[in-house]
């Protein structure tokens, strides 16, 4: 009855967990959900234009606004190599359609954002390390900038070895950054397509974590050989994104406030960093191990005692704590014993609590 695709299409483990997360009094380290209050509220008002059918690539002023951004991060990609998306979920989709079918050789870090391992896979992806296999593969993707799930900023001399891997095999590099913004600390954060001079690339970004998941607006840049089929591809999946949440996206990143509105973004996470940091220290010092991240929303745990943490979601989830077992990060077998929690989304007091029944819950397991 269906294709021979829908063998490999498996339920996102991620949206299963945001299923229970709105049940009253939960605690939830489990999404890269912004926090509730940082959310904008919206009073503009629109034209009737947005109303209408619009281009696949996205609305001009908003692709001009992203492509005036890039040049300022040294990307090389002027207007008509911007594409606004339906969130950069969409975009790894389109990516994948482009390059992977059954076999194909695809880079990536261990572990990896769990939603791309997903549409890769459903594409047929063979999974290599981009650590030590970029050069041997189709498409090497990365998400360099406070990673998801481990947090971690990729250093310029990691930066610098990819795009010279990349440019010298042939490697597609698609280099995913929706985290970029969400900066604790002052790293390096240069995009790796910015080191490449030539090959082929894809650079995208979102506005889902510094302005609304909810509308469903992100963007990529492309170089010049795949932008074109990228675009064809854009257009028979949805036409276009929701010119009305372009319009809305256009006009807040447009505002003046836009640059304060950023630094207190990052200002206030990095209170419930240290926050979550300090709590983290408080109960789970002799469980775990971590690095503090220095941007992003995850801490990256590494358990002392290897358990299984899928076993443990059950439970956390009917003593009310939602978190993210790391195991579903990996893209063959999976390390066992790592969790992802998210920092952004609990207040200090829910997250003090979660915090503790999830540390019992692991002391319990061990005994
Ligand atoms: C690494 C990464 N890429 C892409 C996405 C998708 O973001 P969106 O579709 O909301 O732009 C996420 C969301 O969490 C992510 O963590």
């Given at each position: ?165 990349c440019l010298a ?64 591809l854009k257009q ?106 998210n920092f952004s ?23």
């Amino acid at each position: 009855m269906f294709s021979q695709r829908i063998d490999g299409l498996q339920p996102s483990p991620i949206r299963a967990v945001l299923g229970v997360i709105d049940r009253p009094g939960m605690v939830s380290f489990a999404g890269g959900l912004p926090a509730t209050q940082m959310l904008p509220e919206w009073s503009g008002s629109l034209t009737q234009d947005v109303m209408q059918y619009g281009p696949s690539e996205g609305d001009p002023d908003l692709r001009a606004v992203v492509a005036d951004r890039l040049r300022g991060m040294g990307v090389d990609a002027p207007p008509d190599r911007v594409m606004i998306l339906s969130g950069s979920q969409q975009g790894i989709d389109l990516v994948a359609k482009l390059v992977i079918d059954a076999g194909t050789r695809t880079a990536v870090e261990f572990p990896t954002y769990l939603a791309a391992l997903q549409v890769f896979r459903f594409y047929g992806a063979r999974f290599v390390d981009v650590g030590t296999a970029a050069a041997a593969a189709a498409l090497a993707y990365v998400v360099p900038t406070f990673g998801n799930p481990t947090g971690r900023c990729a250093s310029a001399a990691e930066r610098d070895a990819l795009a010279r891997t990349c440019l010298a095999s042939g490697t597609i590099l698609f280099e995913d950054d929706p985290y970029r913004e969400l900066a604790y600390e002052t790293v390096d954060r240069r995009p790796i397509v910015a080191r490449m001079s030539g090959g082929s690339w894809i650079y995208q970004g979102s506005f889902s974590k510094t302005f609304a998941p909810g509308l469903r607006i992100g963007f990529l840049a492309a170089s010049d050989d795949l932008f074109a089929p990228l675009l064809m591809l854009k257009q028979a999946v949805d036409l276009h994104s929701s010119r009305l949440s372009q319009r809305i996206v256009h006009d807040a990143v447009t505002a003046p406030d836009w640059p304060a509105r950023l630094s207190a973004l990052a200002a206030f996470y990095r209170t419930r960093r240290d926050c979550f940091g300090r709590q983290l220290h408080r109960h789970f010092s002799d469980l775990a191990d971590w690095d503090e991240p220095s941007g992003g929303l995850f801490f990256w745990l590494r358990l002392k005692r290897e358990i299984d943490t899928r076993t443990l979601l059950d439970e956390a989830i009917a003593c009310g704590v939602a978190f993210m077992p790391g195991e579903a990060f990996y893209p063959n077998a999976p390390v066992l014993g790592t969790m992802r929690l998210n920092f952004s989304h609990a207040d200090a007091g829910d997250a003090d609590r979660g915090l503790a029944v999830l540390a019992d819950l692991i002391r319990e397991h061990r005994r």
